[in-house]
Every structure is written in structure tokens, then in C-alpha cells.
């Protein structure tokens, strides 16, 4: 007898490539401004977790995913640990702020309309959910390090979310398939 073993789905893979991706930013962030190991993992979750967690909660999932689902937080305080003790190595192989804020940002936008679709959320509210969900965790880091948010003074950068949330909330309403699940 076989046993199957039960693969995630493409949705989960890439909301954990996201919080990934987020999380690095968020510890990159925290490395720059001398935060210690706390509060370098404090920015990990935060800018991995918080546009998710509020998309959720708008949404009417209680608990969050990222609260629910022990994953979210295992894969932020890897990156946050990875990246504390070793940020030389990530800041010599990208330009980590922009490289994850442009990755998270697309991989939240996408993931984050598609949940909403999913919930039943009209196409208007679901492409700006999908901003949200990419915009909110780069927002909390850098309110959390009393910065001006990057969406309120870098041309584009929500739009780009909007961009990317869009073109999945069109893509459902033309009924294009979603590839393999």
C-alpha cells in the first residue's frame, strides 16, 4: 500500500515565499538601524506578517492565518535569525530592502487578492485588499522604526501592488485558469 503525501498548495507556497521575503526586509531594516536580536525579530514578523494578518481580519478569518498557522512564524524568525547573523552575506548577494520589498510586495498583492476572491469579496475590494496585503508589512516596519512609510514617499510602490492585485482579480473575472494548485 502507498502512502500519498499531501503537497501544499501553489496560494500557500507563495504566501510563505512572501513572508520570506518580507521578513528579510523587515531584519535588514532592524541590522541597519542596530536593533538587537529581538528587536530584529520583532521587524521579521512584523513587516512579514502585518498586511496579511490585517487583510484576514477585514476579511472575517479569526484567527489570521499568520496567528493560525505556526509556519508564518517559523519562517519569519528563521529570516530574522539568518539575517542577524549574517547580514554581510545578504547585503553582499542583494540589495536586500529593495530586492525583498519588490518581491514581497508582488507575492502579497497576488496572494492576498486571490484570498479575497476567495472570500467573496466584490473585484474592487479584493484588488485593494491585495494592496493592502502587500503594502501593510513594509508599512509597519517603518512605522515601527518611526520612519515615513515608504508607500506615502516612493513613487509607484502601491501602485504597483494595485497593479499586480488587479491583474489577478481580472484574470478571475475573465475566468483565465489559475494554473496548477
Known sequence: ??????LPSLPYVLDLAGTFVFAISGAMAGVRH????FGVLVLSFAAANTGGITR??????????????????????AAGIMTFYFPSDIRRRWNPVLLFDAAGLALFAVTGASKALAHG???VMATLLGM?????GGMARDILLAQVPTVLRAELYAVAALAGAAVVVTADRLQLPAGPQ
Open 132 to 136: 493592502l496585503t502587500g503594502i501593510g
Open 1 to 6: 500500500m502507498l502512502s500519498t503525501v499531501s
Open 121 to 123: 469579496l466584490n473585484p
Open 56 to 77: 484576514d481580519l477585514l476579511i472575517g478569518v479569526v484567527p489570521p492565518g499568520a496567528i493560525n498557522d505556526w509556519h508564518y512564524l517559523a519562517v519569519s524568525v
Open 34 to 37: 542596530r536593533a538587537d536580536l
